[in-house]
């Protein structure tokens, strides 16, 4: 079983719906949870991370981490086509003394906003 | 912000020559990795650094090296380049290890023919 399984897509929704991105991981020992978009032919970049459950909104998104059911989702509201993407989420686990032990990232979901 | 720079956005080697792959960031991080994306496979780790002339092994090393010989430069280096390592090329560095997620670069395209 994968660390961390993400549905690759493409998911392609029209402008204006609410987008529901998921992840789900089996390792409970994973206390950061992050998620990254990127766009064709550039690097990844943060867009919004968590390190406790609950629901934490910055704008558009919504990141959601339910550390019992092991799931983690980002929400897009008022979807745009500039959202069209790959969004990954990404998580690490915590190490004694406050650090992490680096990312595991899921393989990305292709997102598409059609106008 | 926290500024990674990778040398080449896109590279075109040919079969059996030595590629060198560089990457800069600005922001004083101990920790540097390299990645290839490729579709369908995600990110793989190829090598990571937690601190000058220390690397580390990832997911895929073989065929590949590494150089940090200054904190802020981490180097790639196929030691002869091979078709199947045509792909996407991505850096990031990190002040901790992921607590708070890293930092990519662009990007560099390699083409290997």
């Known amino acids: 079983q994968k660390e961390v399984e993400q549905d690759p897509g493409p998911l392609s929704v029209p402008e204006g719906a609410i987008v529901s991105l998921n992840c789900t991981y089996s390792?409970?020992?994973?206390?950061?949870f992050m998620w990254y978009r990127q766009y064709s032919r550039k690097g990844p970049e943060l867009l919004m991370y968590?390190?406790?459950?609950g629901n934490k909104e910055d704008g558009r998104f919504t990141a959601q981490v339910d550390k019992s059911s092991k799931y983690i989702s980002l929400f897009i509201r008022d979807s745009q086509p500039s959202d069209s993407a790959t969004y990954l989420c990404?998580?690490?686990?915590?190490?004694?003394?406050?650090?992490?032990?680096?990312?595991?990232f899921g393989k990305g979901t292709h997102l598409i906003i059609q106008p | 912000d926290v500024k990674v720079t990778q040398s080449s956005r896109y590279l075109v080697k040919r079969t059996g020559e030595k590629v060198f792959l560089e990457c800069v960031q600005d922001?004083?991080?101990?920790?540097m990795f390299w990645y290839r994306q490729d579709p369908g496979l995600g990110l793989r780790l190829i090598y990571f650094?937690?601190?000058?002339?220390?690397?580390e092994k990832g997911d895929i090393p073989e065929g590949y090296s590494v150089s940090r010989e200054k904190k802020e430069r981490f180097s790639l280096i196929l030691e002869s380049a091979s078709t199947n390592q045509t792909s996407m090329y991505l850096c990031a560095s990190s002040p901790d290890r992921g607590r708070n997620g890293y930092t990519f670069g662009s990007g560099t395209r390699l083409t290997v023919v």
């Open positions: 650094s937690y601190d000058v002339k220390m690397k």
């Open positions: 390792n409970s020992a994973f206390q950061y």
């Open positions: 990404a998580m690490s686990a915590y190490l004694p003394g406050g650090g992490a032990d680096g990312l595991t």
């Open positions: 968590t390190y406790s459950s």
């Open positions: 922001m004083d991080h101990e920790n």
